[in-house]
């Protein structure tokens, strides 16, 4: 735990007692401050109640007593409407924070050359962040992972010189966090998404931009090009006299890290210098796996990794629970977890890394369906259609690829494995990706990729995947 000391002797109130809302709690406790939590769901007032902090209802209290509100992520700060805490706070004159914003100011009092890399994009930020905490942890650093991966930042080690906290995080944290700092901050991408809750995508691209703005003096932003927000991004960082790192996958640089499927490399004055191999490394198979790793591999060599440190850790990476996990064989067969794959976005990224596919697919249907996928039903041999959604997709491809509605993953895994091992194919790949949400026959997509992964593994003949 990182105890908060920044706030020692003051009442500082907390809303949203989740994760990091409790964790949040603690910390605070742990460096001297007074804390009032609070909470919509009753059940968690209960369990902060449980856990001897002060509980209470911040609508009948008098907020000038506050130094502070710390926020949960998941709770609106600006769009569709601040939330009734955010308007209280700003009514009393108190400044609305987060957690990581509580980590910055620690690191700040305490540790500043400790190093700090942030991670924020659209697409791909959790296997980027785990990628660099398993380079960095492979490369011999005291390493310490978390904020939107999973673990609360606050939970974490405390900085310290030589530490290197890896640490993803949403817009919704970014937007949290005013004195956010890192040594290495990196922004992948910027597509539309949580509209929601930014109101234009522009504001939503600008808060991204204030994780890479805030690097460091003598630090490095590193930022994904190959999309107009970023380009802009890197220019006006550039412009304003911060070091940037470009990285793509699209198109060549005159200074920056380009990958494709088999290598990255460094562009700088009209020469190449490759840097790592990507080839045959299962857990990072794909364009999007490329970029996540060009990024990982800029952030690494920015503290320091040797280039053949860098290689093995590259090599040695698991990937990823639920993205493109690689479950197990049976022959030539492979099957393949991608249940992260919740729309047909993400899915997309799965049916371009593979050839020969036997597609479990379907679950509660999201907004659009697969009709964007069509550019990838030639590499799809057939498809397994599960949950709500398998009148509406069976529907997208009928005369285009051949289905059977399997309802269910018990029916669909035993189903895809049979017509994969008698395909004749070099190389089929049983893939989940459902394009899907799980809500309809699981709690979660965690949920629905450990049923597939047993599932596989309990199939006769199945190899592990190590």
Same mark, same amino acid.
């Given at each position: 735990?990182?105890p908060?000391?920044?706030?020692?002797?003051?009442?500082?109130?907390v809303?949203g007692?989740?994760g990091?809302?409790?964790?949040?709690?603690?910390?605070?406790r742990?460096?001297?401050?007074?804390v009032?939590?609070?909470?919509?769901?009753?059940?968690?007032?209960?369990?902060?109640?449980q856990?001897n902090?002060?509980t209470?209802d911040?609508?009948?209290?008098?907020w000038?007593?506050?130094?502070?509100?710390?926020?949960?992520?998941?709770?609106p700060?600006?769009h569709?409407?601040?939330?009734?805490?955010?308007?209280?706070?700003q009514?009393?004159?108190?400044?609305?924070?987060?957690d990581?914003?509580?980590?910055?100011?620690e690191?700040?009092?305490?540790a500043?050359?400790?190093?700090?890399?942030?991670?924020?994009?659209?697409?791909?930020?959790?296997?980027?962040t785990?990628?660099?905490?398993?380079l960095?942890?492979?490369?011999?650093?005291?390493?310490?992972?978390?904020?939107?991966i999973g673990?609360?930042?606050?939970?974490?080690?405390?900085?310290?010189?030589?530490?290197?906290?890896?640490?993803?995080?949403?817009?919704?944290?970014?937007?949290?966090?005013?004195?956010?700092?890192?040594?290495?901050?990196?922004?992948l991408?910027?597509?539309?998404?949580?509209?929601?809750?930014h109101?234009?995508?522009?504001?939503?691209?600008?808060v991204?931009?204030?994780?890479?703005?805030?690097?460091?003096?003598?630090?490095?932003a590193?930022?994904?090009v190959?999309?107009?927000f970023?380009?802009?991004?890197?220019?006006r960082l550039?412009?304003?006299?911060?070091r940037?790192?470009r990285?793509?996958?699209?198109q060549?640089?005159?200074?920056?890290?380009?990958?494709?499927?088999e290598?990255i490399?460094?562009?700088?004055?009209?020469?190449s210098?490759e840097?790592?191999?990507?080839?045959?490394?299962?857990?990072?198979?794909?364009?999007?796996?490329?970029?996540?790793?060009?990024?990982?591999?800029?952030a690494?060599? /920015?503290? *320091?990794?040797?280039? +053949? &440190?860098?290689?093995k850790? @590259?090599? =040695? $990476?698991?990937?990823?629970?639920?993205r493109?996990?690689?479950?197990?064989?049976?022959?030539?067969?492979?099957?393949?977890n991608? /249940?992260? *794959?919740?729309?047909? +976005? &993400?899915?997309?990224?799965? @049916?371009? =890394? $593979?050839?020969?596919i036997?597609?479990?697919?379907?679950?509660k249907?999201?907004?659009?369906?697969?009709?964007?996928?069509?550019?990838y039903?030639?590499?799809?041999?057939?498809a397994?259609?599960?949950g709500?959604?398998?009148?509406?997709?069976?529907?997208?491809?009928?005369?285009?690829?051949?289905y059977e509605?399997s309802?269910?993953?018990?029916n669909a895994?035993?189903?895809a494995?049979?017509?994969?091992?008698?395909?004749?194919?070099?190389?089929?790949?049983?893939?989940l990706?459902p394009?899907?949400a799980?809500?309809d026959?699981?709690?979660?997509?965690?949920?629905r990729?450990?049923?597939?992964?047993d599932?596989?593994?309990?199939?006769?003949?199945?190899?592990?995947?190590?």
């Open positions: 735990m990182i908060v000391t920044s706030f020692a002797g003051q009442s500082v109130a809303f007692l989740g990091s809302g409790l964790a949040s709690c603690h910390a605070l742990a460096g001297g401050a007074e009032i939590a609070c909470d919509d769901n009753l059940d968690r007032m209960v369990e902060a109640t856990a902090f002060i209470a911040l609508r009948n209290l008098p000038m007593n506050f130094a502070a509100l710390v926020l949960t992520p998941g709770v700060l600006t569709p409407a601040p939330h009734w805490s955010v308007l209280k706070a009514e009393a004159g108190v400044e609305v924070i987060g990581v914003e509580l980590f910055c100011r690191r700040k009092l305490h500043p050359d400790a190093p700090f890399i942030a991670i924020t994009g659209t697409n791909g930020k959790s296997t980027t785990a990628l660099i905490a398993h960095m942890r492979e490369a011999g650093f005291d390493t310490q992972m978390g904020g939107n673990t609360a930042i606050l939970s974490l080690e405390p900085p310290r010189a030589g530490r290197v906290h890896v640490i993803e995080m949403s817009s919704y944290q970014i937007d949290l966090t005013p004195s956010l700092d890192p040594t290495v901050g990196i922004l991408n910027v597509t539309e998404d949580h509209i929601d809750r109101g234009t995508i522009e504001h939503y691209a600008a991204k931009e204030r994780l890479v703005a805030g690097v460091q003096d003598g630090g490095t590193i930022i994904g190959d999309d107009q970023g380009r802009d991004i890197a220019d550039e412009r304003a006299g911060k940037v790192m990285i793509s996958v699209k060549p640089l005159a200074d920056g890290l380009v990958a494709d499927r290598a490399s460094h562009l700088s004055a009209g020469a210098h840097i790592a191999r990507l080839g045959g490394i299962g857990s990072l198979r794909g364009l999007h796996n490329a970029q996540n790793a060009a990024a990982a591999a800029g690494a060599l /920015s503290l *320091g990794v040797a280039p +053949d &440190a860098l290689q850790g @590259l090599r =040695s $990476f698991p990937g990823l629970a639920h493109m996990e690689q479950v197990g064989r049976k022959d030539t067969t492979l099957f393949v991608d /249940s992260k *794959g919740t729309n047909a +976005d &993400a899915t997309a990224k799965a @049916l371009a =890394s $593979f050839g020969d036997f597609w479990i697919a379907g679950g249907p999201k907004t659009g369906g697969i009709e964007s996928l069509a550019e039903f030639p590499r799809i041999r057939k397994y259609l599960i709500e959604a398998a009148a509406e997709f069976s529907a997208t491809l009928e005369g285009r690829v051949p509605i309802r269910t993953l018990d895994v035993p189903a494995a049979r017509d994969a091992a008698i395909s004749g194919l070099a190389d089929p790949v049983v893939l990706s394009a899907c799980s809500f026959q699981f709690r979660n997509f965690e949920i990729g450990t049923k597939f992964r599932l596989v593994l309990g199939l006769d003949g199945v190899t592990p995947v190590v």
